[in-house]
């Protein structure tokens, strides 16, 4: 990964539709740094991911403002170019899993906008999932589908942040429990291996601790140690899946007979049927899944 020599005048990306495109108090603290930086607004999925490759391969720093999914695409766009430059975050979504509980960002709108132009230097590691980068989190079973329920649910006035996930979360259980899916998987090259299919709640592969909106599924995962924290849970009946979840939300399901952690650097995850993928909050689907763990892969403001 070649570290770029960032120029001083970075460029700043703001997601319109991000915080129910109530991004007005953004603008106006932004307004005062728009000299020394160039101002962007997306016109729609995608558009971050490229603007920010482009600025990469200038060498100029990065700053977004949005939430874990606008996050997602400008690292994606840095990480497609080989090269790394500043990544800055402002935090304006509804979960805010990286920003907020990876990075310890703070929540204040003032505060994120300075830490993001003043703030020091650290290197974080990213993670890749078949092509795709991730900065965050990846996982399939019931995070996966209660993620794509969220998506879905976004749509309806008043549901944001842990009243969404929590929405999408009872949906889940109470109705679509059963899909939870049958699992193969092996974690670097015969550290450990699931080669029998079995039927899991979850498996989730993370950098940081949390991800739906404060859901500590891995509480003791660190960003900068080279190693992805894993967390399977082995299906179990919905009534104890019930009691469980709670108590992994709190980041307080270590010792449970149905939950086993790992860490690794690569995860080879294999299911015979097509299943929902869960990646920093975006939902896509698959079957096979090969997960690498990318060093000091960014270079983010905190």
Not at 106 to 124: M, S, T
Not at 131 to 139: D, K
Not at 147 to 164: E, T, Y
Request: aromatic share 8%.
């Amino acid at each position: 990964m070649e570290t770029a020599q960032s120029s001083e005048h970075p460029l700043i990306i703001l997601n319109p539709y991000a915080n129910r495109g109530n991004m007005h108090a953004y603008r106006t603290l932004l307004r005062p740094y728009r000299e020394q930086a160039d101002y962007v607004e997306t016109s729609g999925c995608g558009d971050a991911r490229e603007r920010a490759a482009r600025a990469a391969e200038e060498g100029r720093a990065v700053i977004i403002v949005g939430g874990d999914g606008s996050v997602h695409e400008v690292a994606n766009g840095i990480l497609s170019t080989g090269r790394r430059v500043p990544l800055s975050i402002i935090p304006a979504g509804s979960g805010n899993d990286y920003a907020w509980h990876a990075l310890n960002l703070p929540r204040d709108p003032a505060a994120a906008v300075e830490r993001a132009f003043h703030g020091r230097l650290i290197e974080a590691d990213a993670g890749r999932v078949n092509e795709r980068f991730f900065v965050n989190a990846f996982g399939v079973g019931l995070d996966a589908n209660i993620a794509a329920a969220a998506n879905r649910l976004k749509k309806i006035p008043f549901l944001s942040g842990q009243r969404l996930y929590y929405t999408a979360t009872l949906q889940q259980l109470l109705f679509r429990y059963k899909r939870c899916p049958w699992l193969m998987f092996h974690l670097d090259s015969g550290l450990y291996e699931q080669a029998i299919e079995k039927r899991y709640v979850l498996l989730s592969v993370t950098n940081g601790p949390t991800y739906g909106a404060g859901f500590r599924i891995n509480p003791r995962a660190d960003i900068s140690d080279g190693l992805f924290d894993v967390c399977a849970v082995e299906y179990i009946p919905l009534l104890r899946a019930l009691k469980l979840l709670p108590l992994a939300e709190r980041g307080e399901h270590e010792g449970l007979p149905e939950v086993t952690f790992y860490r690794a650097q690569t995860v080879r995850i294999e299911s015979k049927q097509t299943v929902n993928m869960l990646v920093d909050g975006e939902t896509m689907s698959g079957h096979s899944f090969t997960v690498q763990m990318l060093p000091g892969a960014l270079w983010i403001r905190v």
